[in-house]
């Protein structure tokens, strides 16, 4: 934390959650960068170009015996904690093995049943407790902003270490995001990048907190409109609509996908989260079959579109429809792991080390 930070420092937390989310950004950063990653809002153009050529450095130094062994002992000297309590394999497992790669040893809690939370512990001591024992943490929570708030009562301890959000409630998950651009800027390298590309979002828009993590980071892009497509009940969150009016985004909110299909470059296909319905079945009453992709759409889908998922996927897009290279959401996953790895490299500053490797060994 820097010393302009210190104004925020001596505030109740509920002040300072309410702060506006830029000033709150600033605090989570150390230097420009990111010491805590909660919020999309904390990357700006450059520091999502350079996490991306970071994670294609690591991925390609990884592909020999000799790179894995250096990115191993880049950090050996590191613990993580995982602390998951909502269920997640794939975030976890992309953490996981993220950790793996640059060396960091990685340990778990996924079930506080077993832990002093059951003793009438708050879960505020509980995570407190758990930072003593590691260097850096990484948590899914089902609660708003619980992340945010730990990292707020860290920084104000003797002993911070960074937290990265891997999903608080409905409102964040800026690594899914971080590799969602990732995905796009390899899409899109030899199409002169993300900027100037129309980039729909289908499906639980009011729910899915990817969207609203990158919908935030495609507004670093010059000219890309968005599209919010589904059925009125499920549509995008007004305070979305406004973060892109004040940043001059140009969007489109519709119900019809089929129509918008060929005139799009990418499209991001989402589930039903009815996990969030506040009355049991509320979801079952809307007909998102129009909310699905099929084999005969990718007749109407642009020659260099994609085709986006953050997974899980259920009936939202046809398996028949993985075959096609324009089906990225297996890259995805895959793009996950090594974004996670660079944006944890970058939290530890050994990013240069790994440039420097890079540039001798295999630029
Ligand atoms: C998403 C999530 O958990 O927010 N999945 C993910 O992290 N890949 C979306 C979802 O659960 O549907």
């Known amino acids: 934390m820097t010393e302009d930070n210190r104004e925020y420092r001596d505030m109740e937390w509920e002040d300072f959650h309410n702060l506006p989310v830029g000033k709150k950004a600033a605090f989570f950063n150390s230097d420009g960068l990111p010491y805590h990653t909660l919020l999309a809002q904390q990357f700006d153009r450059e520091g999502l170009d350079e996490l991306g050529t970071l994670a294609t450095q690591i991925r390609r130094i990884a592909k020999s015996k000799t790179g894995m062994m250096f990115l191993q002992r880049l950090l050996a000297h590191k613990r993580a904690m995982l602390y998951f309590t909502q269920p997640s394999s794939r975030t976890f497992l992309s953490f996981y093995a993220a950790c793996q790669i640059i060396g960091i040893q990685p340990a778990e809690v996924r079930d506080t049943s077993t832990s002093s939370e059951m003793k009438g512990e708050s879960a505020e001591d509980t995570v407190r407790t758990f930072s003593s024992y590691f260097d850096i943490l990484i948590m899914r929570t089902p609660q708003k902003a619980f992340a945010e708030k730990m990292a707020w009562l860290l920084s104000n301890t003797d002993r911070p270490v960074p937290i990265i959000n891997a999903g608080s409630g409905k409102d964040q998950h800026p690594t899914q995001a971080l590799l969602d651009i ?160 660079a944006l944890t490299s970058k939290t530890f500053g050994v990013d240069n080390e790994i440039n420097r490797y890079y540039k001798v060994n295999l630029a």
């Open 182 to 341: 990732y995905t796009l800027q390899r899409s899109f390298e030899k199409l002169n990048g993300i900027d100037n590309k129309k980039i729909a979002f289908v499906g639980d828009l009011a729910r899915g907190r990817t969207v609203r993590s990158l919908s935030w980071l495609l507004t670093n892009y010059r000219n890309v409109k968005q599209y919010f497509i589904t059925d009125p009940r499920l549509q995008v969150p007004e305070d979305v609509l406004a973060e892109l009016d004040r940043r001059n985004v140009e969007y489109e909110v519709a119900e019809d996908f089929k129509q918008i299909i060929p005139e799009v470059d990418a499209i991001y296909m989402t589930r039903i989260q009815e996990e969030w319905d506040r009355q049991p079945g509320e979801s079952q009453e809307i007909d998102i079959s129009r909310y699905s992709f099929t084999p005969e759409d990718l007749k109407q889908l642009k020659l260099n579109a994609v085709l986006m998922h953050p997974l899980p996927r259920r009936s939202e897009i046809d398996i028949r429809v993985d075959k096609d290279p324009r089906a990225v959401y297996w890259r995805q996953v895959r793009n996950g792991m090594w974004i996670r790895a």
